[in-house]
Every structure is written in structure tokens, then in C-alpha cells.
């Protein structure tokens, strides 16, 4: 399987406090994205970090990643109970066509 | 900003039944749609990619004639579940790729069918 692996499976923190959130994967990539999903919703898109880019922000989410260690990261700073979701990495993999490979995904809770 | 609808939201059959699943990207043209299927609590399994004007390409282990997609138009993707069973009870998600060039393979998502079988 080519699926990466999510950690923590599931975050719970206080609003305010920062979440963060890691995603390993196996192959060479052309970029790895991030999307949420709200529960029993689609996934929506947070942001794309492509392979030659070491770290991204948008907002509140800040994006590392390292294709060395073949691991990016998320961190939400400054949660807030309306991030309570699902948070998958996709990997964009070299020679995969237009797939996405998604990861296992991490349950955020936000608790107000 | 791109939008996908999926279509029944919901949808309770009985065994035996064919369910079909609609996929419309609506202010864009999608040459290309993605299927996937999702258990409770789990990621995202894909099923298949639906191409305008061609066959779907089943991912491996996936029956196409259990499942069987049609990518009709640039905006519309169908996907039939024939004779559901109750393990084919499941949430199933459709995606749209704006353009592979473009948009770096971003997806954009319905928000899922929720098909349950007696």
C-alpha cells in the first residue's frame, strides 16, 4: 500500500492552544496537500506544499515538509472549536498519474 | 471557488437494488473525476477515475461490473452501484480535478453519499 501514516490518530486540545499533526509517506512526490473533512462531509482543500518547497503558511496553518525524511506537518495555531475535523495528508506521487494518495488521517477536537 | 455536488446525500435501498450516485462540477470542467469509498472513522479508499469520453480505470480489487462508472459529459460522472448488498453499505465521495496544470492536482469534493442497505 502506498498510503502514508498519520500521527497522532486523534488530537483533542483546548481552544486557543496549537495542533499539530504528522504525515509519512513512501514515494517520491511531486507535492503533498492537506484537506479536512468536516464529519459525514467531503474534503475540502487547505493547502499544497510542493516538493522543492521546505515550509508554507496560510492564515493559521503553517506546513513543513521533508522529503529527506519523506514527512510533512500541519500546525494549526490559535485553534478554535470550528476546527474540530478530520485532517488527511495526499501525496501527489511521481509516476501515479493525477491520484492523490491519502493518509490515514487525524481526528482534531477543539474543546471551547 | 471550484464546486462539486454529489447527489442523493442519503440513500437507504434494499438488497438486490441498483443505486446510482451523481457527480456534477458546477462552475468548472472536469476531464477528470475521482470515486472513492469510506468507512467509519477511516481514509479515503479510491475506487476509480472516471475520464470524459473513456473508460473508468478500477483500482485493483475494485469490480467495475459491481461499480460501474460513466463520465458522460465534462461535468457529469455517475457512479451505479448494481444489485447492492449490505456490504456495500458505505459513504462514497466523488471529486472533480480542476485541471492537472493549473491547479497542481488539487481535488475538489462533494460532500458524500451515505448509501445504506437493508
Known amino acids: 500500500s502506498q498510503q502514508g501514516e498519520e500521527d497522532p490518530q486523534a488530537l483533542s486540545i483546548q481552544e486557543g492552544e496549537n495542533a499539530t499533526m504528522n504525515c509519512s509517506y513512501k514515494?517520491?512526490?511531486?507535492?503533498l496537500q492537506w484537506y479536512r473533512q468536516n464529519s459525514g462531509r467531503g474534503l475540502v482543500h487547505l493547502i499544497l506544499?510542493?516538493?522543492?518547497?521546505r515550509e508554507k503558511h496560510s492564515g493559521r496553518l503553517r506546513v513543513t515538509l521533508d522529503t529527506s525524511k519523506k514527512s510533512s506537518s500541519l500546525l494549526i495555531t490559535a485553534s478554535r472549536a470550528a476546527d474540530t475535523a478530520s485532517y488527511f495528508c495526499?501525496?501527489?506521487?511521481?509516476?501515479?498519474?493525477?491520484?492523490?494518495?491519502f493518509g490515514a488521517g487525524t481526528i482534531l477536537r477543539v474543546k471551547s | 471557488g471550484a464546486v462539486v455536488s454529489q447527489h442523493p446525500s442519503r440513500v437507504i435501498c434494499k438488497s438486490g437494488t441498483s443505486v446510482k450516485i451523481e457527480c456534477r462540477s458546477l462552475?468548472?470542467?472536469?476531464?477528470?473525476m475521482f470515486w472513492y469509498r469510506q468507512f467509519p472513522k477511516q481514509s479515503l479508499m479510491l475506487m476509480a477515475t472516471?475520464?470524459?469520453?473513456?473508460?473508468?480505470?478500477?483500482e485493483q480489487g475494485v469490480e467495475k461490473d459491481k461499480f460501474l462508472i460513466n463520465h458522460a459529459s465534462l461535468t457529469l460522472s455517475t457512479l451505479t452501484v448494481t444489485s447492492a448488498h449490505p456490504e456495500d453499505s458505505s459513504f462514497y465521495i466523488c471529486?472533480?480535478?480542476?485541471?492537472?496544470?493549473?491547479?497542481?492536482?488539487?481535488?475538489?469534493f462533494g460532500a458524500g453519499t451515505r448509501l445504506s442497505v437493508l
Open positions: 471529486s472533480a480535478l480542476l485541471s492537472p496544470l493549473l491547479a497542481k492536482n488539487i481535488q475538489y
Open positions: 514515494t517520491s512526490i511531486n507535492n
Open positions: 506544499i510542493r516538493s522543492n518547497e
Open positions: 495526499a501525496t501527489d506521487a511521481s509516476g501515479y498519474g493525477n491520484k492523490l494518495v
Open positions: 462552475d468548472f470542467q472536469a476531464t477528470t
Open positions: 472516471s475520464n470524459e469520453g473513456s473508460k473508468a480505470t478500477y
